[in-house]
């Protein structure tokens, strides 16, 4: 019982033969002269005999091959259906060679692979072999990427083994790219499980060099995401930078002249020199809103940026009101502050007008509080005390404006996180408030410094003192307040020497306690007489006759010792 094995072996080679057919024309003219007989179709059997089996086999040839069919229904014979599956998977390799070959038909050599690795993969369940089953899974993953470049007439089609490793599809879709052959590269990805991110950013910025920015955004759109943390401390994923940078870098300057305007090319060559302020034609306050490229940023940095990313490209482009208000709206951190506006800022020498936007947006400072303490603990933090100094000066006004409660809390924060000497503070901002006549708000100065809880007894006089200096610009009735609003009996009268009030000085000193009393008077007596007011002197006299006549008499009597 030989012939079995050699029947397998026969019927698995393709082997040439002569088919001998003769049909019958009925219409032919000359049917009624000559009868052609039909010939029976062969049939090919085997035999006892080996010579004959020889002859038999070389002979052999398949009516159609190859055929899946016929080789699938032979290996179904074999017992060890796990031998016929990988024998099926060897088979699909050699036939993945010959999609190079142009006088191969491509399109049915696929369908061949793929009813021979589902046949194998059934071979597999039915062995119960699962490590099998996932082996032929990969290998019909790769089948389908081939079929893809196929479908596509890409050329070189690798072989099978050419893209079993990961490695090999990731240098298949690379390939992919480099030839521009996006939507393959997509497909391939898809098919073997890449992430096809990469390429549709490709394909994206692709479609902004070409000018198609409709096109990009639907591209970008299958590969951005907005940050999950719109306040994180970066720019956001590397491939939106990417298309920033790109839009940036693109934009050129735009100046729109007459035909007979004899000085465009002096023009544009002046543009050419200027390219640090036109080179974006981004400046906020001109023609920035209408420039396309311009709005293409700001839909990808509000699309997927973070509010650094944002704040960064306002700042970069001099947009540093713009940059402030998307701060305030976002209600960002400091941290994000100090990054992209405070920083910038100072390095770029541009401290005094960051400044100057601050009061302007909000005149109060109130919204900025919080952000010109933290900007205060970095600067210290980075020993940076010149512009600190310069940073506190600045916040030493902050209690001017009409809110002097809201700017006082502000500045007590920022007086006890740096240690600074309030009364000192406190002191220069009367005397502003004293300059603008907004004596009403030194005394609610006054009034919170008194309710802060840390202030000392006697600040509010000291307070008062210092920006008596310009008490001549103060109107009587508000000066008298201002002291009326002292504490001490003792400052209340240098208030009224230091303004040149000396009947009230004598008028508050006759109230001390007696001893302490005539000290008083007499010094204002002595001012009195200075100043040539004679009347103050002489009612101080009076006083201090009726009060002082035992003293006169011990100091009588030391002298005549």
Request: proline residues 3%; glycine residues 4%.
């Amino acid at each position: 019982m030989k012939w079995k094995p050699r029947l397998f072996a026969a019927c698995t080679t393709i082997l040439p033969i002569f088919s001998f057919l003769a049909a019958e024309t009925p219409n032919n003219e000359y049917s009624t002269v000559v009868r052609i007989p039909k010939t029976a179709a062969l049939e090919w059997f085997l035999s006892l005999n080996e010579e004959e089996n020889e002859i038999v086999r070389s002979e052999f040839y398949y009516e159609q091959a190859p055929s899946s069919s016929l080789c699938i229904a032979i290996l179904s014979l074999h017992s060890n259906s796990i031998v016929c599956g990988h024998q099926l998977i060897e088979h699909c390799c050699k036939l993945s060679q010959g999609l190079t070959n142009p006088e191969v038909d491509a399109g049915l050599l696929m369908d061949i692979m793929k009813q021979l690795l589902f046949s194998a993969k059934m071979m597999f369940v039915k062995a119960g072999r699962s490590q099998d089953l996932a082996l032929c899974d990969s290998y019909i993953s790769k089948v389908d990427v081939l079929n893809i470049l196929v479908a596509a007439a890409y050329r070189p089609v690798p072989s099978l083994d050419q893209i079993l490793l990961p490695a090999a599809v990731t240098r298949l879709r690379n390939r992919l790219l480099e030839a521009e052959y996006y939507q393959l590269a997509i497909e391939v990805s898809t098919k073997s499980g890449l992430d096809p991110s990469g390429v549709w950013h490709a394909w994206g910025m692709a479609c902004l060099k070409a000018g198609n920015l409709s096109s990009a955004r639907e591209k970008f759109n299958r590969c951005l995401k907005p940050p999950v943390d719109l306040n994180q401390l970066n720019h956001g994923s590397r491939l939106v930078q990417d298309v920033i940078q790109y839009l940036e870098s693109t934009v050129k300057p735009v100046l729109i002249v007459q035909d007979d305007d004899y000085f465009a090319t002096l023009r544009e060559l002046e543009a050419t020199l200027r390219t640090r302020s036109l080179s974006l034609e981004m400046m906020c306050e001109g023609k920035v809103q209408h420039n396309s490229y311009y709005q293409e940023c700001l839909f990808y940095l509000h699309s997927y940026g973070t509010n650094l990313a944002i704040i960064s490209f306002y700042m970069r482009h001099d947009c540093m009101r713009e940059a402030l208000l998307h701060l305030l709206n976002k209600e960002s951190p400091s941290e994000v502050f100090i990054e992209g506006i405070f920083v910038p800022s100072y390095e770029n020498g541009k401290l005094h007008m960051l400044e100057n936007l601050l009061e302007t947006i909000d005149p109060g400072l109130e919204s900025w509080g919080m952000y010109l303490i933290a900007a205060c603990k970095y600067l210290q933090k980075k020993n940076y005390y010149h512009i600190l100094y310069e940073l506190q000066q600045f916040m030493k006004v902050m209690l001017e404006g009409k809110n002097v409660e809201e700017g006082f809390g502000i500045a007590f924060r920022v007086l006890q996180d740096f240690q600074l000497e309030a009364t000192e503070v406190y002191s220069k901002v009367a005397k502003q408030l004293v300059k603008q006549q907004k004596y009403s708000e030194i005394r609610q100065l006054l009034k919170c410094v008194s309710e802060s809880g840390v202030a000392a007894k006697n600040d509010g006089d000291t307070i008062i003192l210092n920006c008596l200096s310009e008490f001549k610009n103060i109107p009587a009735e508000d000066l008298d307040n201002l002291i009326q609003d002292m504490d001490s009996d003792e400052n209340k009268i240098q208030a009224y020497l230091m303004c040149n009030k000396l009947r009230s000085a004598y008028l508050v000193s006759v109230r001390q306690e007696k001893s302490r009393a005539v000290q008083l008077v007499q010094h204002v007596r002595q001012l009195a007489e200075s100043s040539g007011e004679d009347v103050v002197h002489a009612i101080c006299t009076q006083w201090l006759t009726v009060h002082q006549p035992k003293t006169r008499n011990r100091l009588g009597q030391g002298s005549r010792k």
